[in-house]
């Protein structure tokens, strides 16, 4: 039995518990929680990231680290606690659907992302292969927790989830997007946290609630 290098090791063990945080952010009913998993997330990404920098030696992806360890570990993380604490929204929220259901969805998914990574990942000449299914299971994981969710910064958490999945799989199937698209989404990430922000804000004085049930009592 042939081992593995130490480096596809640890982006092996990295992309478990990357997988593992996506499920622990589905049963999540608190949002201070929530966020520190996010924080959690974004943490194992930069070091993924800076592992496959060093195992293919892809000086880029040291920037693609230190971009993510700096906007997600760091910068979100810390607005996000900021807006919890404005709009004191610590406490738990409910979800659409029960957390054992949404588990169970969450395990279809996975199954599902493997079987369409399947294909893709044998035509992959990378070393991170192999993570290209549990890179997309992190996106659909996501997205579940975004549409099972009632209020605003639990729907938001999960898209900044999705973007970690998606550089995942930009990571592990190309080994990293160029800089220039890399630091264009960064600061669109950066703009539309601050944007939704001031959205919450007013959500919460027009309803004196983040639940986005009551945008459907808006007219004209």
């Known amino acids: ?21 996506a499920f622990a952010m589905l049963a999540q009913r608190r949002v201070v929680s929530l966020v520190n998993l996010f924080a959690a997330q974004g943490l194992v990404l930069a070091l993924s990231t800076a592992v496959v920098a060093y195992t293919t030696r892809q000086p880029h992806l040291y920037e693609s680290a230190a971009l993510t360890l700096v906007l997600k570990v760091a910068l979100l993380p810390w607005l996000l606690h900021r807006l919890v604490r404005r ?3 610590r406490w738990e929220f409910e979800g659409l659907i029960n957390i ?3 588990m169970l969805i969450g395990i279809v998914l996975v199954v599902f992302s ?20 549990i890179a997309m299971a992190s996106v659909m994981l996501a997205f579940l927790m975004m549409i099972t969710r009632r209020k605003a910064i639990p729907q938001v958490i999960g898209f ?25 989404v960064a600061l669109d990430v950066l703009v539309g946290m601050l944007i939704l922000g001031v959205f919450f804000f007013q959500i919460r004085e027009q309803f004196d609630s983040l639940d986005l049930k009551h945008l459907e009592k808006l007219k004209e």
């Open 100 to 102: 054992p259901a949404t």
């Open 160 to 184: 900044l989830a999705m973007e970690n999945g998606l550089l995942f799989a930009a990571t592990s199937a190309t080994y990293g997007m160029p800089m220039v698209v890399e630091l264009g």
């Open 87 to 89: 709009l004191d929204v």
């Open 114 to 133: 493997f079987n369409l990574a399947l294909p893709i990942s044998q035509l992959a000449s990378t070393v991170t292969r192999a993570t290209l299914g």
């Open 1 to 21: 039995m042939t081992t593995l290098p130490l480096g596809q090791q640890l982006i092996n063990l990295f992309a478990a518990i990357l997988l593992l945080l």
